[in-house]
């Protein structure tokens, strides 16, 4: 979002651009969640390792920290 959409806003006065990328955005989002709201029910992982995911997801880089942390244990 910000490597391309935010450009397009400001450089560009696009700002579809933003409304485009940040619907997309949020759509994943809220993918992921209902993912590992899936995931508690079908795979043996609990819901704090759940709600860590859905926090690490909504820090920058948090998803890559989250994951290697995830390869660790």
């Known amino acids: 979002m910000f490597g391309i959409a935010m450009p397009l806003k400001y450089l560009a006065d696009m700002p579809l ?5 940040g619907s997309i955005h949020g759509l994943l989002f809220v993918c992921l969640v209902l ?3 899936l995931a508690t029910r079908r795979v043996p992982i609990s819901k704090g390792l759940a ?3 859905i926090v690490a997801a909504v820090l920058p880089f948090g998803p ?3 994951d290697r942390w995830l390869v660790e244990i």
């Open 17 to 21: 651009a933003v409304r485009i990328v």
């Open 35 to 37: 993912a590992f709201l």
């Open 51 to 53: 709600t860590m995911g």
């Open 64 to 66: 890559f920290v989250f």
